[in-house]
């Protein structure tokens, strides 16, 4: 049928396939879209502005070890606990400088301050200390310098005085500054601020006639310039006579303080707890035996205010359970604190610092003439220790575990103890007998020195 | 009073049959015409012939005041009326001359001359000169004759065209033969009023002057305005006296040679070449100009108040140069000249602007109070930017923009060892803006970070009113153009660029829409147009690349596509110099204009060239590109994808769906770029790092806002626009998607403003250096003084810079940055705080280092050992935690010191003549009205 000339009909629409629907138009701007993100999506992840990883120090082979003896009349006792040939140590003090050829270990007769120095291999793991008997057992440590050092437990007046003795090895004047916390908070004053030393030289400085304070106080030598060794005379008035006993540096603030061996007969005692910090704490004593840690009887939680010293005497409970030997006194602060243990062994005073940390092998100078005990804690881990005895061939192996306190009963005629293992631990020798009793703490071995990673600033543009 | 009519005819067939008619119609006809042929190739002297007789014609081959004085000894009337052959006089002007030259007594008359053929326009009424030797009119060019110039006075001359003299003066003062045609009646007019005649204009007298001489209608022999420059010259040389003169022989050489320089500028080297040889023909002839002397001495001094005021030429300096800043502002204006531009669809809006003050036009506006709001707003949240401000990727100013001119100008810098990296090519601009900031380089960042921004919008703006022009007629495009300024102007502060110190972006973002803008005109069909539009958008792309320099690789890209689809779509097209020559302007322009630190980079390092400015800074991965972030304190991801959508909605609108995909494929180019440079690591002396990507993600930016514009400014058509098309009417839902869109988009800047005034940025005071004021102060002064700067701890490694003063400073950083440390003072460095020894100590000063500084917090391990250095004591310092310690012995002078690039003054040089040169020829055109 042929449509009528002259009709008008709706045009039909014209049906058009979904492709022919897009327009190119619209194909290119939506692969124009969709080009724009993926391109932009590929981009590559930006490379790091600079190179800011941290670069551990390195270490390498010590070349020289100078370790500064406190002053006093007893003989030095050096210890080369990984040496096997004899080698060369020079022992300094105010009379000059003596050679000492050291087979392991020599006991080197000096007055005052003494300085023992060696150089190439002699200089691994070089031990010094002063230990002696008369009239009173005593023992210090022999330190190398450094930039800081905590003193928890000094005295300026009264029955207990203290004074400190700052030792300038270098060829350079040392300046430092003192800080004390006494029971009363901070103690300012400008005798403490910018005390010099000069180049190879000592200062002794009398706490009592700088600040006089009738507590206990922490101290705290932080070196400004150059470096120094530092140690503490303790002295204090018995029934009838003054003892001194020269006080160890104490390990800087931490929550956790450990003093190990502490001795088996110990009356008097009080707990020093220095809180440095901006912010009041408080600190619990334990009492960590060779099976657990154990909480005294009666002994509460002390209060430490913000940036004061706090002495606590130990409860008889507390006494009981150290009675037992081989422990170690944890004081456990909820803030870092620093603290130590002062008391007497048979009317002898002794002080005993919170030892400080070995990572891996440890060793300490052995007090002579007493009956010695070794007393090893690990602070994290369980391990296994060896404990090799200089001046005897005798050897301990055990475990270490944390919490527990292992005591090491050291064989006569050892001089010197080194422990080798793997694990963190703090340690300390006592020794005792009956005019009294003395402690040394065990220190990680310096068989190496640390050399910081030194390169150009990969940010040489920013101020 | 008797006067004859002395017509003078050369070649002037054309205008004779209506100079003779005008001769024939006077009022009051002179006694006497008598024509003089100068030796015509025309028709001229039978015409002459014909209209006067046989009698009255005489032929003289020689010049215009030759051809008087041959005739005038023939001459017996009183007056003499001088007339060209290309002047036509009024019926009554002869009357006129008589009866002004009987009741002023004057000895010289002269009519008013309008232009023939329009016969409206002044062209003179009486003339004078300049101290510059320039003919003054006292007119405004094309000045329409309503009688404004109508009163009778005297003056210094009048045209010869036209000029009744006395004829006893005629015989007296001559007319000089030194001045063929051009000059004469300067001359004669100066030299009748030094001898104390009266020369009067009379305006009711009018002649028609087609000016055949100087509008180069007559042959002269040379170039019009060679001979008008050096017979006006000569004029006022020849006619002063005293000191005079030889104080305008010397103000008309120095002011010729700048006179000529500033043509140069101004693109019209042909004017400029005319008045060199003018001034070699008058001051290099100095024996005609002492006969022209000589000739007038016995003449006395010129009347004072008839030559022009000394200003007046200061005055078309200032016109002129206004002028030309005017052009060059408004592109739209191509052209200078003193007219007013035609007017346009705002015309009356303009009109309006032009009658109201600046206050009333601000306080009545709503767009220009929003403006002046949001002004404020900005400048409120950018406060921090005021005075000295650093942080991000901006380095601290220096003291004085002086520090920037050196690190250009030095070939060497002593900076760290001493290095002779190329300058940051961004240090011009921010050298030159820092000068006229009265040489403060903090002025300078601070107006950097102040008017970018405004700037941004201000472009963005103008160039959404082209588009606007070329969518919709430029009607009712406000409120798009308004969008997209406000949100473009915002992209800085939304992407964290501007509280990043990001500056090289943030100055980007503030040139591109201008660039944009000037790269429109590439698409101009005027040949002329298209080649300034490039040299413009070279310009403006050197400056865009001297602060992002991935821009120029961009834009190689672009035009590289851009000639590729002229090639495939018009290949003829190519054959025309104007349409791929301005293309090839454009990317061509920023290579020649950077040739210092480009070529020194080329021969230093170039991974240099694809460094963004400033400070390193960590890069916007993919993610941020696609949303516009930079990494650090940046707007909301969010704010970027709404943009996204909405410019991906755009592309619904079918009018403008081609526009719209042209900038989805700009994005893409970018984005392709992006992933192809983000894969580049360079290799720094300073360590590894990206190629700067802060461009791409700047235009994919733009891109998306110039999309989402194109498709609001469819739907915002005139109603009656949009109805027309039927395609449009079928649309209805493209509408809504597209208001979706506009919707979406218009929250971005609203809410990213917002976010940035109560966000946190970078910027803040600049921190007190680390070095010690007095070792800082010492370094300064002498380089070789410089202080080892020991950053980190024993544990975690020491890192080390030797500083020479306060520390980096804006410019420096990148300078730096390319610069590898030395190797021997590295190993130095090294063993001091590892193995030190006594000869250690002797060897560090040589490396020009003085003192050592631990800034705050030094690790006591690390002070402690440089303490047990014998020989190294300490040195004093404010902070007791940062200890310093000195050498103990000086460095000596030489320890940095070195040689640059020997070419560097070469290249210098010829950057700063390609500068001259772009500039002048992107610059707006000086329309020859001669």
């Given at each position: 049928?042929?449509?009528?000339?002259g009709?008008?009909?709706a045009a039909?629409?014209?049906?058009?396939?979904?492709?022919r629907?897009?327009?190119?138009?619209?194909?290119?701007?939506?692969?124009?879209?969709?080009a724009?993100?993926l391109?932009?999506l590929?981009?590559?992840?930006?490379?790091?502005v600079a190179?800011?990883?941290?670069?551990?120090?390195v270490s390498?082979a010590?070349?020289?070890?100078?370790?500064?003896?406190?002053?006093?009349?007893t003989?030095?006792?050096?210890?080369?606990?990984?040496g096997d040939?004899?080698?060369p140590?020079?022992?300094?003090s105010a009379?000059?400088t003596e050679?000492?050829e050291?087979?392991?270990?020599?006991?080197v007769p000096a007055?005052g301050?003494?300085?023992?120095?060696?150089t190439?291999?002699?200089?691994?793991?070089?031990?010094?200390?002063?230990v002696?008997g008369?009239p009173?057992?005593?023992?210090?440590?022999?330190?190398p310098?450094?930039?800081?050092?905590?003193?928890?437990g000094?005295?300026?007046?009264?029955?207990?005085?203290?004074?400190?003795?700052?030792?300038n090895?270098?060829?350079?004047?040392?300046v430092?500054?003192l800080?004390?916390?006494?029971t009363?908070?901070p103690?300012?004053?400008d005798e403490?601020?910018?005390v010099?030393?000069?180049s190879?030289?000592?200062?002794?400085?009398?706490?009592?006639?700088?600040?006089p304070?009738?507590?206990?106080?922490?101290?705290?030598?932080?070196?400004?310039?150059?470096?120094l060794a530092?140690s503490v005379?303790?002295?204090?008035?018995?029934?009838?006579?003054?003892?001194?006993?020269h006080?160890?540096?104490?390990a800087?603030?931490d929550?956790?303080q450990l003093?190990?061996?502490?001795p088996?007969k110990l009356t008097?005692?009080?707990?020093v707890?220095?809180?440095?910090?901006?912010?009041t704490g408080?600190?619990?004593?334990?009492v960590?035996g060779p099976?657990?840690t154990?909480?005294?009887?009666?002994?509460?939680a002390i209060?430490?205010?913000?940036?004061?010293t706090v002495t606590?005497?130990?409860?008889?409970?507390?006494?009981d359970?150290?009675s037992s030997?081989?422990?170690s006194?944890?004081?456990e602060?909820?803030?870092?604190?620093?603290?130590?243990?002062?008391?007497?062994?048979n009317?002898?005073?002794v002080?005993?610092?919170?030892a400080?940390?070995?990572v891996?092998?440890?060793?300490t100078?052995?007090?002579?003439?007493?009956?010695r005990?070794?007393v090893l804690s690990a602070?994290d881990?369980?391990?296994?220790v060896?404990?090799?005895?200089?001046?005897?061939?005798?050897?301990?192996?055990?475990?270490?575990r944390?919490?527990?306190?292992t005591a090491?009963?050291?064989?006569v005629?050892?001089?010197?103890?080194r422990?080798?293992?793997?694990?963190s631990?703090?340690?300390?020798?006592?020794?005792?007998?009956?005019?009294?009793s003395?402690?040394?703490?065990?220190?990680?071995?310096?068989v190496?020195r640390?050399q910081?990673?030194?390169r150009?600033d990969?940010r040489p543009?920013?101020d | 009073?008797?006067?004859?009519?002395l017509?003078?005819?050369?070649d002037?067939?054309?205008?004779?049959?209506?100079v003779?008619?005008?001769?024939?119609?006077?009022q009051?006809?002179?006694?006497?015409v008598?024509?003089?042929?100068?030796?015509s190739?025309?028709?001229?002297?039978?015409?002459l012939?014909?209209?006067?007789?046989?009698?009255?014609?005489?032929?003289?081959?020689?010049?215009?005041?030759?051809?008087?004085?041959?005739?005038?000894p023939e001459?017996?009337?009183e007056?003499?009326?001088?007339?060209?052959?290309?002047v036509?006089?009024?019926?009554?002007?002869?009357?006129?001359l008589?009866?002004?030259?009987?009741?002023?007594?004057?000895?010289?008359?002269?009519?008013k001359?309008?232009?023939?053929?329009?016969?409206?326009?002044l062209?003179?009424?009486?003339?004078t000169v300049?101290?510059?030797?320039?003919?003054e009119?006292?007119?405004?060019?094309g000045?329409?004759?309503q009688?404004?110039h109508?009163s009778?006075?005297?003056v210094?001359?009048?045209?010869?065209a036209?000029m009744?003299?006395?004829?006893?003066?005629?015989?007296?003062?001559?007319?000089?033969?030194e001045f063929?045609?051009?000059?004469t009646d300067?001359d004669?007019?100066?030299?009748a009023a030094?001898?104390g005649?009266?020369?009067?204009?009379?305006?009711?007298?009018?002649?028609?002057?087609?000016e055949?001489?100087r509008s180069?209608?007559r042959?002269?022999?040379a170039?019009p305005?060679r001979?008008e420059?050096?017979?006006?010259m000569?004029?006022?040389l020849a006619?002063?006296t005293g000191w005079r003169?030889?104080?305008?022989?010397?103000?008309?050489?120095?002011g010729?040679l700048?006179?000529?320089?500033?043509?140069?500028l101004?693109?019209?080297?042909?004017?400029?070449?005319?008045?060199i040889?003018?001034?070699?023909a008058?001051?290099?002839?100095p024996?005609?100009?002492r006969?022209?002397?000589a000739?007038?001495?016995?003449?006395?001094?010129?009347?004072d108040?008839?030559?022009a005021?000394?200003w007046?030429?200061?005055?078309?300096?200032?016109d002129?140069?206004s002028?030309?800043?005017?052009?060059?502002l408004?592109?739209?204006?191509?052209?200078?000249?003193?007219?007013?531009?035609?007017?346009?669809p705002?015309a009356?809006?303009?009109?309006l602007?032009?009658?109201?003050g600046?206050?009333?036009r601000l306080?009545?506006s709503?767009?220009?109070?929003?403006t002046?709001l949001?002004l404020?707003?900005?400048?409120w949240?950018?406060?921090?930017?005021?005075g000295?401000?650093?942080?991000?990727a901006l380095?601290?100013?220096?003291?004085?923009?002086?520090?920037?001119?050196?690190?250009?100008?030095?070939?060497?810098?002593q900076?760290?060892?001493?290095?002779?990296?190329?300058?940051?090519?961004y240090?011009?601009?921010?050298a030159?803006?820092?000068?006229?900031?009265?040489?403060?380089?903090?002025?300078?960042?601070s107006?950097?970070?102040?008017?970018a921004?405004p700037?941004?919008?201000?472009?963005?703006w103008?160039f959404a009113r082209?588009?606007?022009t070329a969518f919709?007629?430029?009607?009712?495009?406000?409120?798009?153009?308004?969008?997209?300024?406000?949100?473009?102007?915002?992209?800085?502060?939304l992407?964290?660029?501007w509280?990043q110190?990001?500056?090289?972006?943030v100055v980007?973002t503030?040139?591109?829409?201008?660039?944009?803008?000037?790269a429109l005109?590439?698409?101009?069909?005027s040949?002329?147009?298209?080649?300034?539009?490039?040299?413009?958008?070279?310009?403006?792309?050197a400056?865009?690349?001297?602060f992002t320099?991935?821009?120029?690789?961009?834009?190689?890209?672009?035009?590289?596509?851009?000639?590729?689809?002229?090639?495939?779509v018009?290949?003829?097209s190519l054959a025309?110099?104007?349409?791929?020559g301005?293309?090839?302007?454009v990317?061509g322009?920023?290579?020649?204009?950077?040739l210092?630190?480009?070529?020194?980079?080329l021969?230093h390092?170039?991974g240099?060239?694809?460094?963004?400015?400033?400070?390193?800074?960590?890069?916007?991965?993919?993610?941020?590109?696609?949303v516009?972030r930079?990494?650090?304190?940046?707007a909301?991801?969010?704010l970027?994808?709404l943009?996204?959508?909405?410019?991906v909605l755009?592309l619904?609108p079918?009018r403008?769906?081609?526009a719209?995909t042209?900038?989805?494929?700009?994005?893409a180019?970018?984005g392709g770029?992006?992933?192809?440079?983000?894969r580049?690591?360079?290799?720094?002396?300073?360590?590894?790092?990206?190629?700067?990507?802060?461009f791409?993600?700047?235009m994919v930016?733009?891109?998306?806002v110039t999309?989402?514009l194109l498709?609001?400014?469819?739907?915002?058509?005139?109603p009656?626009?949009?109805?027309?098309?039927p395609a449009?009417r079928?649309?209805?839902?493209?509408?809504?998607?597209?208001a979706?869109?506009?919707?979406a988009a218009?929250?971005?800047?609203v809410?990213?403003l917002?976010?940035w005034?109560?966000?946190?940025?970078?910027?803040?005071?600049?921190?007190?250096?680390l070095?010690?004021?007095y070792?800082a102060?010492a370094?300064t002064?002498?380089?070789a003084?410089?202080?080892?700067?020991?950053?980190?701890?024993h544990?975690t490694?020491l890192?080390?810079?030797?500083?020479?003063?306060?520390?980096?400073r804006?410019?420096?950083a990148?300078?730096?940055?390319?610069?590898?440390?030395?190797?021997?003072?590295?190993?130095d460095?090294?063993?001091l705080?590892?193995?030190?020894?006594p000869?250690l100590?002797d060897t560090?000063p040589?490396?020009?280092i003085?003192h050592?500084v631990l800034?705050?917090?030094?690790?006591?391990?690390?002070?402690?050992?440089?303490?047990?250095?014998?020989?190294?004591?300490?040195?004093?310092?404010s902070?007791?935690?940062t200890?310093?310690?000195?050498?103990p012995s000086?460095?000596?002078?030489?320890?940095?010191?070195?040689?640059?690039?020997?070419?560097?003054?070469?290249?210098i040089?010829?950057q700063?003549?390609?500068l001259?040169v772009?500039?002048v020829l992107?610059?707006?055109?000086?329309?020859e009205t001669?």
């Amino acid at each position: 049928m042929t449509r009528s000339e002259g009709r008008r009909v709706a045009a039909r629409p014209t049906r058009r396939t979904p492709l022919r629907a897009v327009s190119p138009l619209a194909l290119i701007g939506g692969g124009a879209v969709l080009a724009t993100v993926l391109t932009l999506l590929g981009v590559a992840d930006p490379a790091p502005v600079a190179d800011e990883t941290a670069t551990p120090p390195v270490s390498t082979a010590l070349e020289r070890a100078v370790v500064i003896c406190p002053p006093a009349a007893t003989p030095v006792t050096v210890a080369r606990p990984l040496g096997d040939r004899p080698a060369p140590v020079e022992v300094s003090s105010a009379r000059g400088t003596e050679t000492v050829e050291v087979d392991g270990h020599a006991s080197v007769p000096a007055r005052g301050v003494v300085q023992v120095s060696t150089t190439g291999p002699a200089a691994l793991a070089l031990l010094a200390a002063r230990v002696g008997g008369s009239p009173a057992p005593s023992a210090a440590e022999c330190v190398p310098a450094a930039g800081e050092w905590w003193f928890a437990g000094v005295g300026a007046g009264g029955a207990h005085t203290s004074t400190i003795t700052l030792v300038n090895p270098d060829e350079e004047a040392a300046v430092a500054d003192l800080e004390i916390w006494s029971t009363e908070g901070p103690v300012t004053s400008d005798e403490l601020r910018g005390v010099a030393v000069e180049s190879g030289g000592s200062r002794t400085i009398e706490l009592e006639s700088l600040v006089p304070l009738r507590e206990d106080a922490v101290v705290r030598v932080v070196v400004r310039q150059g470096r120094l060794a530092a140690s503490v005379l303790d002295t204090v008035q018995g029934a009838d006579q003054r003892l001194s006993e020269h006080l160890g540096a104490t390990a800087p603030p931490d929550v956790r303080q450990l003093v190990p061996a502490v001795p088996d007969k110990l009356t008097d005692a009080v707990v020093v707890i220095g809180n440095p910090g901006e912010d009041t704490g408080r600190a619990e004593v334990r009492v960590a035996g060779p099976d657990s840690t154990s909480a005294p009887l009666g002994m509460e939680a002390i209060p430490v205010p913000a940036g004061e010293t706090v002495t606590v005497s130990l409860t008889a409970a507390t006494l009981d359970l150290l009675s037992s030997g081989g422990t170690s006194l944890v004081v456990e602060g909820s803030v870092p604190v620093v603290a130590s243990l002062r008391g007497l062994v048979n009317g002898d005073p002794v002080t005993l610092a919170s030892a400080p940390t070995a990572v891996d092998d440890s060793g300490t100078v052995l007090p002579v003439g007493m009956r010695r005990q070794l007393v090893l804690s690990a602070t994290d881990v369980a391990g296994a220790v060896a404990v090799h005895f200089v001046g005897t061939d005798e050897q301990w192996e055990g475990r270490l575990r944390p919490g527990t306190s292992t005591a090491v009963a050291v064989p006569v005629g050892a001089v010197a103890a080194r422990v080798d293992t793997d694990v963190s631990h703090v340690g300390a020798v006592r020794a005792w007998g009956r005019r009294g009793s003395a402690w040394l703490p065990v220190r990680q071995l310096v068989v190496d020195r640390s050399q910081p990673a030194v390169r150009p600033d990969p940010r040489p543009d920013r101020d | 009073m008797t006067v004859t009519a002395l017509l003078v005819s050369h070649d002037g067939a054309r205008w004779l049959p209506a100079v003779l008619s005008g001769l024939r119609d006077q009022q009051q006809p002179a006694a006497r015409v008598v024509a003089v042929d100068t030796g015509s190739a025309d028709a001229s002297t039978e015409m002459l012939v014909e209209a006067l007789g046989l009698d009255q014609v005489r032929q003289h081959r020689g010049s215009f005041p030759s051809a008087v004085a041959h005739v005038l000894p023939e001459i017996d009337t009183e007056w003499v009326w001088l007339l060209h052959d290309d002047v036509s006089p009024a019926p009554g002007a002869l009357a006129e001359l008589l009866r002004v030259a009987e009741e002023r007594g004057a000895d010289v008359v002269g009519p008013k001359i309008r232009e023939w053929p329009s016969l409206r326009r002044l062209l003179e009424v009486g003339v004078t000169v300049s101290a510059t030797a320039h003919r003054e009119t006292g007119l405004e060019r094309g000045e329409y004759d309503q009688g404004q110039h109508d009163s009778v006075r005297e003056v210094l001359a009048v045209n010869t065209a036209g000029m009744l003299v006395r004829r006893t003066v005629l015989e007296t003062l001559g007319l000089d033969e030194e001045f063929p045609v051009i000059g004469t009646d300067l001359d004669f007019g100066w030299r009748a009023a030094r001898a104390g005649l009266r020369t009067v204009v009379a305006p009711d007298a009018v002649v028609f002057h087609a000016e055949a001489a100087r509008s180069g209608q007559r042959d002269l022999g040379a170039r019009p305005h060679r001979v008008e420059r050096e017979a006006q010259m000569l004029v006022v040389l020849a006619n002063s006296t005293g000191w005079r003169a030889r104080w305008r022989w010397l103000r008309l050489l120095i002011g010729g040679l700048l006179r000529a320089l500033g043509l140069l500028l101004a693109r019209d080297p042909r004017a400029a070449a005319d008045e060199i040889a003018a001034l070699g023909a008058v001051h290099g002839r100095p024996g005609r100009l002492r006969r022209a002397r000589a000739r007038r001495r016995d003449l006395g001094p010129t009347p004072d108040g008839l030559l022009a005021p000394w200003w007046l030429p200061a005055r078309h300096g200032l016109d002129f140069v206004s002028d030309v800043v005017s052009a060059a502002l408004t592109q739209r204006r191509e052209t200078v000249d003193r007219r007013r531009p035609t007017p346009g669809p705002d015309a009356a809006d303009e009109d309006l602007d032009d009658d109201s003050g600046l206050l009333v036009r601000l306080v009545t506006s709503p767009w220009a109070l929003g403006t002046a709001l949001l002004l404020v707003v900005f400048w409120w949240g950018a406060r921090d930017a005021i005075g000295p401000v650093a942080g991000g990727a901006l380095a601290q100013a220096p003291d004085g923009v002086g520090r920037w001119w050196q690190l250009l100008g030095e070939g060497w810098h002593q900076l760290g060892q001493g290095t002779d990296a190329p300058a940051p090519a961004y240090l011009l601009p921010l050298a030159v803006l820092g000068t006229v900031l009265f040489g403060s380089a903090t002025a300078a960042v601070s107006a950097l970070m102040l008017l970018a921004v405004p700037l941004a919008g201000w472009g963005a703006w103008r160039f959404a009113r082209h588009l606007a022009t070329a969518f919709q007629g430029g009607l009712s495009a406000r409120w798009p153009a308004a969008w997209a300024a406000l949100t473009y102007a915002s992209l800085p502060l939304l992407s964290g660029a501007w509280g990043q110190g990001r500056f090289g972006v943030v100055v980007s973002t503030a040139l591109l829409p201008w660039l944009a803008t000037s790269a429109l005109g590439l698409l101009s069909p005027s040949g002329d147009r298209r080649w300034r539009a490039g040299w413009r958008s070279g310009v403006i792309l050197a400056l865009v690349t001297a602060f992002t320099p991935g821009a120029w690789l961009v834009a190689v890209l672009i035009v590289g596509t851009a000639l590729l689809g002229v090639a495939l779509v018009a290949r003829r097209s190519l054959a025309t110099p104007s349409v791929w020559g301005p293309l090839v302007a454009v990317v061509g322009v920023p290579p020649v204009l950077l040739l210092p630190g480009a070529l020194g980079m080329l021969r230093h390092d170039l991974g240099g060239l694809l460094l963004d400015a400033g400070l390193r800074m960590p890069a916007p991965d993919g993610v941020d590109m696609l949303v516009g972030r930079f990494p650090g304190p940046a707007a909301p991801a969010w704010l970027g994808v709404l943009l996204l959508v909405a410019a991906v909605l755009a592309l619904v609108p079918q009018r403008s769906r081609v526009a719209v995909t042209a900038c989805w494929l700009l994005a893409a180019v970018n984005g392709g770029f992006a992933l192809l440079v983000s894969r580049i690591r360079i290799e720094l002396p300073s360590g590894e790092v990206g190629a700067g990507l802060s461009f791409s993600v700047l235009m994919v930016q733009a891109a998306l806002v110039t999309s989402v514009l194109l498709a609001l400014l469819t739907l915002t058509r005139e109603p009656a626009a949009r109805t027309r098309e039927p395609a449009a009417r079928t649309r209805e839902p493209a509408v809504l998607v597209g208001a979706a869109a506009g919707l979406a988009a218009a929250v971005v800047p609203v809410v990213g403003l917002v976010w940035w005034l109560g966000a946190d940025d970078l910027l803040d005071d600049p921190t007190p250096s680390l070095v010690p004021a007095y070792m800082a102060q010492a370094a300064t002064e002498d380089p070789a003084r410089g202080v080892l700067v020991v950053r980190g701890a024993h544990d975690t490694g020491l890192q080390w810079v030797v500083r020479r003063g306060d520390g980096p400073r804006l410019g420096e950083a990148e300078i730096l940055s390319l610069t590898a440390p030395d190797a021997e003072l590295t190993a130095d460095v090294r063993a001091l705080f590892t193995a030190p020894t006594p000869e250690l100590l002797d060897t560090l000063p040589q490396h020009g280092i003085e003192h050592v500084v631990l800034p705050a917090p030094a690790d006591p391990e690390v002070v402690a050992g440089l303490d047990a250095i014998s020989g190294l004591t300490r040195a004093s310092t404010s902070d007791r935690e940062t200890p310093a310690w000195r050498l103990p012995s000086d460095a000596p002078r030489d320890a940095v010191s070195g040689d640059g690039p020997a070419l560097l003054p070469w290249l210098i040089g010829l950057q700063v003549v390609a500068l001259l040169v772009v500039l002048v020829l992107c610059g707006p055109t000086r329309r020859e009205t001669r």
